[in-house]
């Protein structure tokens, strides 16, 4: 019970902070907002940025008047498409090197073995599934990259993926933002919110863990792994 409380005094906190910002940096706030969610998704060092709460803070915030809603919703957008597109190119120009690192501070082979399991169960549609799931999100376009899936394939589900996770994230803070009753209790809202995808995400994580221990692909990814996975993919599509 006392981590719910802090929870929600970093997400109080968070809302006022982001307000200071707002104050201070005035218009430059949209171009910080890109920003952050352009290297959420863009690098997998940054993983830790924040991504789904910030979308739905910022969408209450328009919704209460404070932040202009068509520059924050396209700052946020914009920096998901381009943010994934980096992160593609980049795994695609690293490409093999990744295999021989070992685990560090800032590169944990788990994430990149987690991620590969979700692109031999969904194929490319992972790029849209996995913007709803923190540190997936982040490898997912980095994987891609690696085992070359087709940069137009990956390009569609990558914009498509981007407008849906930003629209209904961004839109539901928007229009319970505007609420008297969620203003009122904003932090708890969004407390309910996050456990509710942690809930849903965590039961399917708990899935595939299942799965892994029948399994020991996630032990013995490789390079090639990743590239016969798009290799398929591009053979039944021609």
């Known amino acids: ?53 910030l979308i739905f803070l910022v969408g209450a915030f328009a ?17 998901a498409i381009l943010g994934d597109n980096l ?21 944990n082979k788990k ?19 996995a913007r709803f799931i923190p540190i997936v999100r982040t490898f997912a376009p980095f994987v891609a990259g690696i085992g070359t899936m087709n940069y137009k394939t990956f390009l569609t589900f990558n914009i498509i993926g981007a407008f849906i996770w930003v629209t209904l994230i961004f839109f539901l803070g928007y229009f319970l933002g505007s609420q008297p009753i969620v203003r009122d209790n904003f932090e708890f809202i969004i407390i309910f ?11 399917q994580y708990i899935k595939n863990r299942y799965k892994d221990k029948k399994s020991k692909k996630i032990e013995t990814t490789s390079y090639e792994d990743l590239r016969e996975i798009f290799k398929e993919e591009d053979t039944k599509k021609s």
């Open 1 to 53: 019970m006392e981590s719910i409380f802090q929870t929600s005094d970093l997400i109080f906190y968070a809302g006022k902070s982001l307000e200071q910002i707002i104050y201070t940096l005035g218009p430059f706030t949209y171009i910080l907002l890109f920003l952050i969610i352009f290297l959420e998704t863009g690098l997998i060092i940054t993983y830790f940025l924040p991504g789904d709460s």
């Open 63 to 79: 919704g209460a008047g404070q932040m202009n809603l068509i520059f924050s919703y396209f700052a946020i957008l914009t920096g």
């Open 87 to 107: 992160n593609y190119w980049i795994g695609r120009k690293i490409g093999p090197r990744v295999f021989k690192k070992e685990n560090s501070k800032v590169f």
């Open 111 to 129: 994430y990149l073995y987690k991620t590969h399991n979700f692109y031999q169960k969904h194929g490319s549609k992972t790029i849209v599934f």
């Open 193 to 203: 919110i996050l456990g509710l995808f942690t809930v849903i995400f965590s039961f």
